[in-house]
């Protein structure tokens, strides 16, 4: 039981550090902004609480920005939201195998088509307030609530929080932070397996928004 239970740690662990990782590569046309101007946006481990490491990056034209390791089955509203048509840049951190994560993208969209992938996350927070799906092997059920967003901070703020419960006793938890500032959504996840995630993303949105304003062109 103890070897069944690591390694179900281990895996849900890997779907979640994959929060950022790259997605294949498109031939479609993309956003002004290439992902060296927004490598500069991010946050770095100096920024956040003592303890986090950098376990994950990418700065090219179609890093896939999701919650933990990607698609949800049971919500398809919850897809990446990079797409062909958009340039990222992600990084995340990490404190230890069970974490916390944390995840902080800058996704720069095509004019105009940011607007409706926030309205797209927020409707989650309906559409998929309860379903369940199959984590590495582990059977998840889901929960979706909105929280309290800082909407000062940007023409368009979606904060959620995700709780999850499992089949062999372990909590797959997650609470998001979008803010989209023109056609650029800054993004912050934090996820954390068997405990509830310490709010890292809330408390660093004001910071993630003040660098992307003075470092991306743009934001």
Same mark, same amino acid.
């Given at each position: 039981?103890?070897?069944?239970?690591? $390694?179900?740690?281990?895996?849900?662990? $890997?779907?979640?550090?994959?929060?950022?990782?790259?997605?294949?590569?498109?031939?479609?046309?993309?956003?002004?902004?290439?992902? !060296?101007?927004?490598?500069?946006?991010?946050?770095?481990?100096?920024?956040?609480?003592?303890?986090?490491?950098?376990? !994950?990056?990418?700065?090219?034209?179609?890093?896939?920005?999701?919650?933990?390791?990607?698609?949800?089955?049971?919500?398809?509203?919850?897809?990446?939201?990079?797409?062909?048509?958009?340039?990222?840049?992600?990084?995340?951190?990490?404190?230890?195998?069970?974490?916390?994560?944390?995840?902080?993208?800058?996704?720069?969209?095509? !004019?105009?088509?940011?607007?409706?992938?926030?309205?797209?996350?927020?409707?989650?927070?309906?559409?998929?307030?309860?379903?369940?799906?199959?984590?590495?092997?582990?059977?998840?059920?889901?929960?979706?609530?909105?929280?309290?967003?800082?909407?000062?901070?940007?023409?368009?703020?979606?904060?959620?929080?995700?709780?999850?419960?499992?089949?062999?006793?372990?909590?797959?938890?997650?609470?998001?932070? $979008?803010?989209?500032?023109?056609?650029?959504?800054?993004?912050?996840?934090?996820?954390?397996?068997?405990?509830?995630?310490?709010?890292?993303?809330?408390?660093?949105?004001? !910071? $993630?928004?003040?660098?992307?304003?003075?470092?991306?062109?743009?934001?």
């Amino acid at each position: 039981m103890i070897r069944r239970s690591l $390694a179900v740690v281990l895996g849900l662990a $890997a779907l979640v550090s994959a929060g950022c990782a790259p997605a294949k590569v498109f031939a479609g046309p993309l956003p002004s902004a290439a992902p !060296a101007d927004l490598q500069p946006g991010l946050l770095t481990a100096g920024d956040l609480p003592q303890g986090y490491v950098r376990i !994950a990056s990418v700065s090219n034209a179609d890093g896939a920005v999701s919650i933990g390791g990607g698609d949800f089955p049971g919500c398809p509203a919850l897809e990446p939201m990079t797409t062909e048509r958009t340039t990222a840049a992600a990084v995340t951190f990490g404190k230890g195998i069970t974490g916390p994560y944390l995840t902080h993208a800058l996704v720069r969209f095509p !004019a105009g088509e940011a607007a409706a992938s926030m309205t797209k996350l927020a409707g989650t927070a309906t559409s998929c307030r309860k379903f369940s799906q199959n984590l590495a092997g582990v059977s998840v059920t889901f929960t979706v609530e909105p929280r309290p967003a800082p909407r000062d901070l940007a023409d368009q703020a979606v904060a959620l929080r995700m709780t999850g419960t499992t089949n062999v006793n372990l909590a797959v938890n997650a609470e998001i932070v $979008a803010l989209r500032r023109g056609d650029t959504v800054v993004w912050l996840n934090d996820m954390s397996i068997g405990t509830t995630p310490p709010g890292v993303a809330t408390s660093l949105a004001k !910071a $993630a928004a003040d660098r992307c304003r003075q470092a991306v062109p743009g934001c």
